[in-house]
């Protein structure tokens, strides 16, 4: 009886002011937004990359990330082996397939099984034909994204190509990682409103109509977003968490809760993580709510202050970043900046966009907080977008305790500099009463 009424207060409750297309709508949209980053900005990756011609080689249920990346909206998954190739030319990139069908829209066949049987021989001769002086292919020592050939695709294209091309085949790395990582003008807006409908719902799920303290559990909570993300018709990427932290005995890892079920209080300082993936692109947030108490109309100023001392770490990050300086570098900077003004930060940041957990330059790990190899050097690159996550350890004299103000937020930085996608936490949501929190 609990889950019915449960299924059906959620089935009764209003969507955003935000139109959500219907599959259809943005299967066409998807297919636009392909179009264009081939058409417009892969010439300009490839150019920067000096890299002639770009194999990806895949087979049905073991996708490369980047193939995912292309694939036409209305297939799920690759059909059989499939090789893309884009060779660059004079006027942009040629982009065909090496398969029975076209690629969706936007990428042609150009293999004529009848004509010439052996698929591997087939892509041979197209490479030959271009004439390339550099073949990337994706292989990676520090990105898994970027690494999705496998060996046995490897060794079928190596096989059949003539000697001389065979040393012209290089890693296509920072291709991959400078693909993934780049967002586009159109991808810019959606990316807006994706992260204003995520907000929305941490908003609602962070009030009096779906937490009723002290009977509500954080498990409740979880399972109301996930149900509300599927009633919009949208996915999430990862599990969200709810936990709480509160006056008493305290483990800041596991925080104040008993368990997963833990029953929300009066008094709780209660944090999310949710992300949500719609039209090609994820989010990725996590933000505070305080739950008022009786007679209460605003949460303690010392919760107040401890949010703003998050605050300034993340500004202590995003005020350091810059054109070409590494992750690595970046977070050395803005650790030191963050404990010379007297606060306690621990920064994780990582790239945001066609997947949660992306490529691009990293700025850091909860436990690698002096840098990370590999994907810590890589330079920082404008219309690029990072979850700007991080926490502030901070001392609460009324509770005797210290409490980690956990913060994510999606954030672009571009050519004007850096801003958050749609706004930042900094005021706390304040469960039983309403009020806005983004700035």
């Known amino acids: 009886m609990k889950l019915l009424v449960f299924l059906l207060s959620l089935i009764a409750m209003p969507l955003f002011a935000q139109d959500i297309l219907p599959l259809r709508e943005r299967a066409t949209l998807i297919d636009q937004i392909q179009k264009d980053r081939i058409e417009n900005l892969l010439p300009q990756l490839m150019e920067e990359q000096d890299i002639d011609l770009w194999v990806?080689?895949?087979?049905?249920?073991?996708?490369?990330?980047?193939?995912?990346?292309?694939?036409?909206?209305t297939w799920l998954n690759a059909r059989r082996r499939t090789i893309l190739v884009f060779s660059k030319t004079k006027d942009g990139i040629d982009p065909v397939a090496i398969t029975r069908y076209n690629f969706g829209n936007n990428i042609r066949s150009i293999w004529n099984k009848e004509e010439q049987p052996d698929q591997w021989k087939a892509l041979a001769d197209y490479i030959v034909s271009q004439n390339p002086k550099k073949i990337g292919v994706n292989i990676s020592q520090h990105y898994g994204i970027a690494d999705?050939?496998?060996?046995?695709?490897?060794?079928?294209?190596?096989?059949?190509?003539?000697?001389?091309?065979?040393?012209?085949?290089?890693?296509?790395?920072?291709?991959?990682?400078?693909?993934?990582?780049?967002?586009?003008?159109?991808?810019?807006?959606?990316?807006?409103?994706?992260?204003?409908?995520?907000?929305?719902?941490?908003?609602?799920?962070?009030?009096?109509?779906?937490?009723?303290?002290?009977?509500?559990?954080t498990e409740d909570v979880v399972w109301w977003m996930r149900?509300?993300?599927?009633?919009?018709?949208?996915?999430?990427?990862?599990?969200?968490?709810?936990?709480?932290?509160?006056?008493?005995?305290?483990d800041l890892y596991a925080f104040d809760g008993q368990s997963k079920f833990d029953v929300i209080q009066p008094g709780d300082l209660v944090h999310c993580d949710f992300g949500i993936t719609y039209l090609t692109l994820n989010t990725d947030c996590q933000e505070l709510a305080y739950v008022l108490q009786p007679g209460e109309t605003e949460a303690p100023e010392f919760l107040e202050e401890a949010l703003r001392q998050g605050n300034a770490v993340q500004d202590a990050l995003t005020d350091h970043f810059k054109t070409g300086r590494t992750g690595n570098a970046t977070l050395k900077m803005?650790?030191?900046?963050?404990?010379a003004a007297g606060l306690r930060p621990q920064i994780y940041t990582h790239p945001l966009g066609l997947y949660g957990h992306s490529a691009g330059t990293t700025f850091?790990?909860?436990?690698?907080?002096?840098?990370?190899?590999?994907?810590?050097?890589?330079?920082?690159?404008?219309?690029?977008?990072?979850?700007?996550?991080?926490n502030a350890k901070v001392y609460i004299e009324e509770w005797k305790k210290d409490v980690r103000i956990m913060l994510e937020e999606p954030g672009y930085y571009g050519p004007d500099g850096f801003r958050y996608v749609n706004g930042r936490q900094t005021d706390l949501i304040l469960i039983g009463k309403k009020t806005g929190h983004l700035k």
């Open 56 to 73: 990806l080689i895949t087979r049905e249920y073991n996708e490369d990330p980047v193939v995912k990346t292309l694939l036409p909206p």
């Open 148 to 217: 999705g050939l496998v060996k046995t695709d490897y060794d079928g294209m190596m096989q059949v190509l003539p000697e001389k091309f065979k040393k012209r085949v290089i890693s296509s790395e920072t291709l991959a990682v400078r693909w993934i990582e780049t967002r586009t003008p159109l991808e810019m807006t959606l990316f807006s409103q994706l992260s204003e409908i995520t907000h929305n719902i941490i908003a609602e799920a962070f009030s009096t109509d779906v937490i009723t303290p002290g009977a509500t559990t």
């Open 227 to 250: 149900e509300k993300v599927s009633a919009l018709g949208l996915k999430t990427w990862f599990q969200p968490t709810v936990d709480v932290q509160r006056t008493g005995a305290s």
């Open 334 to 339: 803005a650790i030191e900046a963050s404990k």
């Open 364 to 390: 850091g790990m909860w436990d690698a907080q002096e840098g990370i190899p590999g994907s810590g050097e890589h330079p920082l690159y404008e219309n690029t977008v990072y979850a700007i996550e991080l």
